[in-house]
Every structure is written in C-alpha cells, then in structure tokens.
C-alpha cells in the first residue's frame, strides 16, 4: 500500500509539472499528443509495468544507453522495448520523482528518478516534439 501511495504520489507531481510545461502540437485537445502524457506514460512503463502504450511513444531511432560499472551499454527501440515487456505488470518498490531540467517548444528533457531502498536509477529521457506528439528519443541511464 505504501508502494501505491508513493508512485501515486510520484504520479501527481509529474502531472503538476508537467501541465505548466505542456506543449502540444495541431490538436489542444488530444492528450496524447502532450509532453505531460509522454511523461507520464514512460513513468507508468518503467515503474509499474505498462507498456501497452509505450511503443508509440518511442521514436524508431531510440538510443537507450546503461552505465554497467565502467561501461556503457546501448540499445535501440527493439532491445529496449523487449526488455520492458520481460518486466511487464511488474510494479517497482521504489519512490519516483520526475523532473522537467529543460524544455524548448521542439526538445525537452526530463530527469526521473527511482530510489530503491538501497540505490538511485536516475533516467534522464529526452523528448522531441514531432507531428506525431512527443516521442522519446534518448535514454540515459545511471545507478548511483
């Protein structure tokens, strides 16, 4: 429950900033062509195992990138997604905050982070504002 209560949480403050930055392109009024959409979408994929939406909202080009110790490792959209769908309906124990560092009516990147009991995975996600809503185009992931 405290798990719950604590991505809810996560979730809200996405949504609070998230929609003072929200851009959207052509249609006000269609949601998922927003960067607080896109966000939260990533958010639910990699904390709580949704990701049924996930696919559309990464770029064909996607370059997610690990660091394993003193290497840095990376995937493209194919590899990343299959190893989403390897944790899919899996819900993470971890507190995850979102943070808007830039944002510029084409590109925007966020920082989220997972803080487990005993590390911190910190993603930072970059967004590109296409005809086709904002897709992820770059992941970057560290372990702290």
Do not use: H
Request: one cysteine or more; hydrophobic letters at 35%.
């Amino acid at each position: 429950m405290k798990t719950l209560k604590t991505i809810a949480a996560a979730l809200l403050i996405v949504v609070t900033f998230g929609a003072a930055k929200a851009n959207t392109i052509y249609n006000n009024n269609d949601d998922r062509m927003s960067i607080n959409y896109s966000v939260n979408t990533y958010v639910n994929a990699i904390s709580r195992g949704n990701v049924k939406e996930l696919t559309n909202l990464l770029d064909d080009n996607l370059k997610y990138s690990i660091e394993r110790g003193s290497k840095t490792m990376v995937f493209n959209k194919a590899q990343y997604v299959e190893s989403l769908k390897a944790d899919q309906g899996v819900e993470q124990d971890c507190l995850v905050t979102s943070t808007i560092t830039d944002t510029t009516p084409d590109v925007t990147i966020v920082k989220v982070d997972l803080k487990y009991a005993e590390f911190t995975r910190t993603n930072y996600v970059t967004l590109t504002n296409s005809a086709k809503g904002w897709k992820v185009t770059n992941i970057y992931s560290t372990f702290k």
